[in-house]
């Protein structure tokens, strides 16, 4: 069965750079979460979107922003990195109430 | 608000033995709840799924739990423990808006 796809699976990115992490969710599933997870921590809500309209935000810094796009795959967009920004980043997506992960990105900022 | 709390952070068990480890969870209305397994540098893995219905819920892996009401919990337990259980397990429950809180985690360790 298909799974949630995220690309890249691990990137490297110095302080101040930019990053853009790609997230494809099961075919027909419509709405995407984003989640952050840092060294030894328990996964932090970031943002959802529901039919490309962002439908819940948590924890995202101001530097962060996401969107879906019509074919329902969203991208988390992330500036002016930071040290603490390095993390495993979660994307799921829904079907009725349960959400499917993928394999997370994982993230280091030098 | 909600939250789900995990009171061990580390559990060590033998191979063979039982395992339980325990889930306790705050808010308002009825919960959904549920269970997550994680290897080090990998994806979550739902183990297991309460809505409503059975309090006893059946999952993958030989993993069951119970949901309990009236302790505000929902404990995850395995007879028989094998060294591929060896992970970080986290409970979650999903609250309005249909997020995730999770749990701080616990981390299981099997001797052999």
């Known amino acids: 069965a298909a799974g949630v796809i995220q690309s890249p699976r691990h990137l490297i990115k110095e302080k101040r750079e930019t990053a853009t992490l790609k997230c494809y969710p099961i075919?027909?599933?419509?709405?995407v979460y984003w989640y952050q997870q840092g060294p030894g921590q328990d996964p932090q809500f970031l943002i959802s979107?529901?039919?490309?309209?962002?439908?819940d935000k948590g924890s995202i810094p101001d530097r962060f922003s996401a969107q879906q796009f019509s074919d329902y795959h969203s991208e988390l967009n992330m500036s002016s990195l930071e040290l603490g920004d390095s993390a495993l980043y979660f994307c799921?997506?829904?079907?009725?109430?349960?959400?499917?992960f993928g394999p997370g990105t994982r993230l280091t900022v030098l | 608000a909600q939250s789900v709390t995990q009171p061990d952070i580390h559990i060590t068990v033998s191979e063979g033995a039982s395992l339980e480890l325990r889930c306790n969870y705050s808010?308002?209305?009825?919960?959904?709840l549920f269970w997550y397994v994680q290897s080090p540098g990998q994806g979550l893995q739902l183990l297991l799924k309460?809505?409503?219905?059975?309090?006893l819920v059946q999952g993958i892996k030989g993993f069951e739990a119970e949901f309990k009401r009236s302790q505000s919990s929902f404990n995850l337990r395995k007879p028989s423990v094998h060294w591929s259980d060896a992970a970080e397990y986290f409970c979650?429950?999903?609250?309005?808006?249909?997020?995730?809180?999770f749990g701080g985690g616990t981390r299981v360790l099997v001797k052999p």
């Open positions: 979107f529901y039919e490309k309209m962002q439908s």
């Open positions: 309460y809505f409503s219905g059975d309090t």
């Open positions: 799921a997506s829904k079907d009725r109430n349960e959400q499917f």
């Open positions: 075919p027909r599933h419509d709405t």
């Open positions: 808010y308002g209305a009825t919960p959904y």
């Open positions: 979650a429950l999903k609250a309005a808006g249909n997020k995730l809180t």
